[in-house]
T-cell receptor, first 115, second 112 residues
């Protein structure tokens, strides 16, 4: 049981390049999330999904797209990377109900540097 | 909207010292409250949680009590160890809202 895994661990991009971050979970969770972590700002939600085939915007969605074609995978795409997207990206997942007490399980993070 | 305010770090303590990291929140209704911990180079792990007023969450010697009257969820530990060095995040989740709202994190360093 690997939990939540993220690929890649680290990436350097040039401004304008594109890339996709992959998140996979093996806990059969319905809900999945993408956050970014920046110094002094905690974690901010980019996009989330409440089930296969569904996605929704979080608080900082601009410049990112997501897809949830399979229940276990949640992809985060950057079509044209900008230096402001330099950050550490965390994926998380949780069970189906969306109850307020649900625990979110986090991956190890992807460190992205945009030059 | 929802917000979480955490004690600013970094915090440096000697081993076996008493720890308090303050957390206060603003939210509508009755949110659930969480403390997450992030060890160096790792993702966030749930440390403890409380889902209603006066509940006490506890784990690994850490405790936090949900205080509705003061809108607080302070993290405490009686005797810290070097292995407790990490960044600690307070967070809340409100009914009908899928997302967690995080504080900015408090970096804790324990010196032998």
């Amino acid at each position: 049981n690997a939990g939540v895994t993220q690929t890649p661990k680290f990436r350097v991009l040039k401004t304008g390049q594109s890339m996709t971050l992959l998140c996979a979970q093996d806990m059969n969770h319905e809900y999945m999330y993408w956050y970014r972590q920046d110094p002094g700002m905690g974690l901010r939600l980019i996009h989330y999904s409440v089930g296969e085939g569904t996605t929704a915007k979080g608080e900082v969605p601009d410049g990112y797209n997501v897809s949830r074609l399979k229940k276990q995978n949640f992809l985060l795409g950057l079509e044209s990377a900008a230096p402001s997207q330099t950050s550490v990206y965390f994926c998380a997942s949780s069970y189906s109900t969306g109850e307020i007490q649900e625990t979110q399980y986090f991956g190890p993070g992807t460190r992205l540097l945009v030059l | 909207g929802n917000s979480v305010t955490q004690m600013e770090g970094p915090v440096t303590l000697s081993e076996e010292a008493f720890l308090t990291i303050n957390c206060t929140y603003t939210a509508t209704g009755y949110p659930s409250l969480f403390w997450y911990v992030q060890y160096p180079g790792e993702g966030l792990q749930l440390l403890l949680k409380a889902t209603k007023a006066d509940d006490k969450g506890s784990n690994k010697g850490f405790e936090a009590t949900y205080r509705k009257e003061t809108t607080s969820f302070h993290l405490e530990k009686g005797s810290v160890q070097v292995s407790d060095s990490a960044v600690y995040f307070c967070a809340l989740k409100n009914f009908g809202n899928e997302k967690l709202t995080f504080g900015t994190g408090t970096r804790l360093t324990i010196i032998p």
